[in-house]
Nanobody
Framework: QVQLVESGGGLVQAGGSLRLSCAAS????????MGWFRQAPGKEREFVAA????????TYADSVKGRFTISRDNAKNLVYLQMNSLKPEDTAVYYC????????????????WGQGTQVTVSS
């Protein structure tokens, strides 16, 4: 079993930055692809970013490309999402997820999820 806990969310003005963290416990996720997803009110949960088990491959949703950066520290069982140039449309609950050894873009490819952290961007 893997437990994931997100932190770092909050209220920020448009154009600002936040860094989300995801701490994994229970067992190591160093061999797992990790992803960030988000869910805005009234919308489905959507893919934001993912990183391969060794950190060499990353992929992003078009809406965040160039503004968000996903990274990981396998020694510490941590995954990060650096969010810059935030926009009001980035407002959502952000979820960390652990998948298989293969990087994935869909929710079904991730078996473990955190409880989420709220990010609110004011205009």
């Amino acid at each position: 079993q893997v437990q994931l806990v997100e932190s770092g969310g909050g209220l920020v003005q448009a154009g600002g930055s936040l860094r989300l963290s995801c701490a994994a416990s229970g067992r190591t996720v160093s061999g797992s692809a990790m992803g960030w997803f988000r869910q805005a009110p009234g919308k489905e949960r959507e893919f934001v970013a993912a990183i391969s088990w060794n950190g060499r491959i990353t992929t992003y949703a078009d809406s965040v490309k160039g503004r968000f950066t996903i990274s990981r520290d396998n020694a510490k069982n941590l995954v990060y999402l650096q969010m810059n140039s935030l926009k009001p449309e980035d407002t959502a609950v952000y979820y960390c997820a652990a998948g298989s050894s293969t990087i994935g873009l869909s929710r079904s490819e991730y078996g473990y999820w955190g409880q989420g952290t709220q990010v609110t961007v004011s205009s």
